[in-house]
């Protein structure tokens, strides 16, 4: 019998063997998510998610599917061809479900199907029909409601579904049938929601974050001159993998000597050089919830004073930033932190002149530091939820999940700093959860002082 798991392999390593453990996002759960986004939802009205569709990668082979992480946070179901849709007023159950039928045939070729009635039983849908029959039957389920939840615009061929369903009602005007008369976006609700993670999404992040921690200890371990960049990204997602994470959470940097001054650099494919530091900013994917770490070290194995003095500067800022990191602050406050300190120490190595307030005012650390300190974090790497509200930084409250990652970057090609500085790249990068009296590092697995990293890459682990 074919099961639908939502499980996490939770490794335990030791000399001998491997122990999993599961840790679970249950129906329970998922249904009191579909609850708590009906009850913000207006009467009479009904909500259409799609699944996220199956993309081409060359001629006929597709990329390996991931589902709609907002589908997915709402139903748990891992299948393409889908659409949920939530009724909260419905006499026969709130919870519908269109999906691909079983097929014996296709399931030999491609994998098990849950089919309608999987999604019934396995799911804890109230009906569920087959994703052929939708023409048919979604116009009658629309008909009569006065207004769609549906985010427009994400999906231009489902968009034409969907309204070709709504047109298909406005033709019958005369014969008494009643479109729906609004169309509204759940996601500002929906968004809000996923903010604030629960105590299963904390555990998955938190495994995600030693799978991804270990991932960031071993190219380390594994670095030297010589070696090429592709060759730590490959010991990276060989960790990820072997750990039950098959995934990375986005395109792995791994950036050498002037590659780390670009901050989206993804060809990973130049040779090592001893003198030279490496970037690598890289995290797995668990079960749907995202972990991000960068980390910087020397390829040789020691900083020298140029580096040393950019990557404490760096690692200063970061831990500033960390302090306010609290509830009751607001969203900028971290970034604020991590501005100062790091204007003061660039200004006290020469790479930049003038009054603190006024370069900080100005900008000016910009040449060196130009993005913010980080981002919402959960089943999206770069997560949903608003940054303001009402015009205002965003109060953070426990529950929610951010990275932290200052950076320092002095362009080899700048040519009004010293040369001994151009062509360092560095930033340290730690998910952060806000807890009820401050917060927790998540990431803390993966070394990030001098002392550390020079000592882990010595041998002396």
């Known amino acids: 019998m074919h099961k639908v798991a939502n499980r996490t392999l939770s490794c335990i390593n030791s000399p001998s063997h491997m122990e999993y453990s599961v840790l679970t996002i249950t129906n329970k759960e998922f249904a009191r998510r579909r609850k708590q986004l009906m009850a913000h939802m207006e009467p009479n009205s009904i909500a259409i998610l799609p699944a996220a569709p199956e993309r081409t990668r060359s001629r006929d082979t ?18 393409p061809e889908s659409v949920l849709v939530l009724i909260p007023e419905r006499e026969h159950g709130a919870y519908v479900m269109f999906c691909r039928e079983r097929d014996r045939e296709r399931e030999t070729w491609d994998g098990y199907r849950l089919g309608p009635e999987g999604v019934c039983k396995n799911l804890g849908a109230n009906d569920a029909f087959p994703i052929d029959d939708i023409d048919e039957i979604l116009p009658g389920l629309i008909e009569g409601r006065e207004r769609v939840y549906y985010a427009m615009g994400k999906d231009t061929d489902f968009d034409h579904q969907v309204m070709s369903w709504v047109n298909s009602i406005r033709a019958k005007v005369r014969s008494g049938a009643h479109p729906p008369g609004e169309f509204l976006d759940l996601d500002h609700y929906l968004h809000d929601m996923r903010l604030y993670k629960s105590a299963t999404e904390v555990s998955i992040m938190r495994k995600a974050g030693e799978i991804s921690a270990n991932a960031h200890i071993r190219a380390m371990k594994a670095c030297k001159p010589g070696v090429f960049e592709y060759q730590l990204e490959a010991d990276i997602l060989h960790e990820f993998a072997r750990n039950g994470a098959r995934n990375p959470a986005y395109n792995s940097i791994v950036g050498g000597g ?3 001054c670009i901050l989206h650099y993804v060809e990973n494919r130049n040779e090592l050089y001893s003198g030279d530091l490496v970037l690598i900013d890289a995290g797995c994917e668990l079960e749907h919830y995202a972990a991000d770490i960068t980390r910087t070290f020397p390829v040789n194995g020691k900083f020298n004073k140029e580096q040393k003095a950019l990557y404490e ?4 800022a970061q831990q500033a930033a ?4 609290k509830p009751g602050n607001h969203w900028n406050e971290p970034h604020e932190a991590s501005v ?5 120490g660039l200004l006290a190595l020469g790479l930049l002149n003038g009054d603190l307030d006024q370069l900080i005012e100005d900008e000016k650390y910009k040449e060196f530091y130009m993005h913010r300190i980080g981002h919402w974090l959960g089943m999206d790497v770069h997560d949903v939820g608003d940054y303001k509200v009402g015009g205002e930084w965003r109060v953070l409250e426990p529950g929610m999940c951010m990275t932290v990652e200052p950076g320092i970057y002095v362009a080899p090609d700048n040519i009004q700093v010293e040369s001994k500085w151009r062509g360092i790249g560095i930033r340290i990068e730690d998910d952060v959860l806000i807890t009820d009296s401050g917060c927790e590092v998540m990431t803390s697995g993966a070394p990030k002082t001098v002392d550390d990293i020079e000592a882990l890459m010595a041998g002396h682990d």
């Open 340 to 344: 100062r300190v790091i204007t003061e």
């Open 313 to 316: 500067l760096t690692l200063s």
């Open 62 to 79: 597709e990329y390996l599917y991931r589902q709609d992480s907002d589908f997915y946070y709402l139903s748990g179901f891992l299948e």
């Open 258 to 260: 002037d590659n780390g």
């Open 322 to 325: 960390i302090e306010k990191i």
